[in-house]
Nanobody, 123 residues
């Protein structure tokens, strides 16, 4: 499975971006998907996850109420809508496919990773 993340860029604080993650195979429609991010000098951290049906979502406390994860299984694509962006949201964002159908905040539960897309937020 190959995951292609896109949609990153430069945005002012308070602005919005929508990230997309396209999967190469329909198989991921049965898998939970997640977004993680990694800022320079920091560990990769969980951002959001969604179950395979899209009915259950999880968010890191730092993004709750500002970010929304959703998916379109017909398009094999998962999205991360990011609103009210803050400078501390700046990072490389990675999408990942989980081993199972339930979302998770643990990196160890994901076995396929995309290449990352850079998000920069200016203050």
């Amino acid at each position: 499975v190959q995951l292609q993340a896109s949609g990153g860029g430069l945005v002012q604080a308070g602005g919005s971006l929508r990230l997309s993650c396209a999967a190469s195979r329909r198989t991921v429609s049965n898998n939970a998907m997640g977004w993680f991010r990694q800022a320079p000098g920091k560990e990769r951290e969980f951002v959001a996850a969604i179950s395979w049906r899209g009915s259950n979502t999880q968010y890191a406390d730092s993004v709750k109420g500002r970010f929304t994860i959703f998916r379109d299984n017909a398009k094999n694509t998962v999205y991360l809508q990011m609103d009210s962006l803050k400078p501390e949201d700046a990072a490389v964002y990675y999408c990942a496919a989980a081993r199972g159908s339930i979302g998770s905040s643990y990196r160890e539960n994901y076995n396929y990773w995309g290449q990352g897309t850079q998000v920069t937020v200016s203050s």
